[in-house]
């Protein structure tokens, strides 16, 4: 399974990231290319701690909804709620400058990678997880949304 600690995984999200564009068409949800990369970027810096966030762990979500979100092949499901942190119409950031948050996203994710093991983490809805299962999760969060916009 691919996670974001492969770096030929890493550069492979790096690659199919930069071919986003600021008019890519949506297929599904709704998110905008520049909001998408921005909750990308936000959930990254919620999980480091950087931004706050409401925390809704509970005995499912760190359990099954964890096992089903991270351990599985299972696509994630569409039309999951965005808490209101990461949610770009809510209180999440704006959008700016489209390439400026493309590299953005690209260097919080790469920092995410080199501080992961350094740092007691804790996901908003899966609770403590290891480095192995951050690098899952950012994987599959990062390819879900890839796939909204055929990425």
Same mark, same amino acid.
């Given at each position: 399974?691919?996670?974001?600690?492969?770096?030929?995984?890493?550069?492979?999200?790096?690659?199919?990231?930069?071919?986003?564009?600021?008019?890519?068409?949506?297929?599904?949800?709704?998110?905008?290319?520049?909001?998408?990369?921005?909750?990308?970027?936000?959930?990254?810096?919620?999980?480091?701690?950087?931004?706050?966030?409401?925390?809704?762990?509970?005995?499912?979500?760190?359990?099954?909804?964890? *096992?089903? $979100? %991270? #351990?599985?092949?299972?696509?994630?499901?569409? /039309?999951?709620?965005?808490?209101?942190?990461?949610?770009?119409?809510?209180?999440?950031?704006?959008?700016?400058?489209?390439?400026?948050?493309?590299?953005?996203?690209?260097?919080?994710?790469?920092?995410?990678?080199?501080?992961?093991?350094?740092?007691?983490?804790?996901?908003?809805? *899966?609770? $403590? %997880? #290891?480095?192995?299962?951050?690098?899952?999760? /950012?994987?599959?969060?990062?390819?879900?949304?890839?796939?909204?916009?055929?990425?």
């Amino acid at each position: 399974m691919s996670t974001l600690l492969d770096p030929l995984a890493r550069q492979q999200l790096r690659d199919r990231f930069q071919t986003l564009r600021p008019d890519s068409l949506r297929q599904g949800g709704r998110m905008s290319p520049g909001g998408m990369v921005c909750h990308l970027t936000d959930s990254f810096l919620v999980c480091m701690g950087e931004r706050d966030s409401a925390t809704r762990v509970t005995l499912a979500s760190r359990t099954l909804m964890r *096992f089903v $979100a %991270i #351990s599985t092949p299972m696509p994630w499901p569409k /039309g999951l709620p965005t808490g209101p942190a990461v949610d770009q119409e809510i209180g999440g950031s704006a959008p700016g400058d489209f390439d400026a948050d493309v590299a953005e996203l690209l260097n919080v994710m790469e920092r995410f990678v080199a501080e992961m093991d350094a740092k007691n983490w804790a996901h908003p809805i *899966f609770g $403590a %997880i #290891s480095a192995k299962e951050w690098g899952r999760w /950012g994987w599959r969060h990062m390819d879900h949304h890839g796939r909204q916009f055929g990425i």
